[in-house]
């Protein structure tokens, strides 16, 4: 874990993989590290406001996430995120092929057997829009997975 950078506002941290953001979790998660290492109070938060939680990324991921302040900046960059004013960008490994890049737009949604998983649903009412752009940057030879 480690504090890349902060503002005024809000923090920017890279997270390590199989670290929840937030509970539930069985361990450890960037909120606990957040509270342990003094960089937010929880007496300072609502509850609903869930300590300056902006987005999350997947527990098994590792990456960059921002963590506001103060409730004010919470709802500015979450209006932002959700807005698509942000964009992620992931990097991943694939064993397989696929196509040097293409554009991969499925709606998605939680999966009703497994509320922590996301499944594409077609002819879904409550699913989500959700437009993935890919591209290949490299392609390697690996032996003895």
Known sequence: ?????????????????????????????????????????????????????????DADTSGIVIWAKNPMTQARLKLLWQGRAIKKTYTALLIGECQKEGVIELPIMRDNKNDKQKVSFLNEPNARAAITEYKKLKVCQIENI
Not at 6 to 23: C, G, S
Request: aromatic content about 12%; proline content about 9%.
């Open 1 to 57: 874990m480690q504090l890349i950078s902060q503002t005024n506002e809000f923090y920017v941290i890279d997270k390590p993989p199989f670290m929840a953001v937030e509970p539930p979790s069985h361990q450890s998660t960037l909120r606990d590290w957040m509270i342990e290492n003094g960089y937010i109070k929880p007496t300072d938060w609502k509850d609903s406001e869930r300590f300056g939680v902006v987005h999350r990324i």
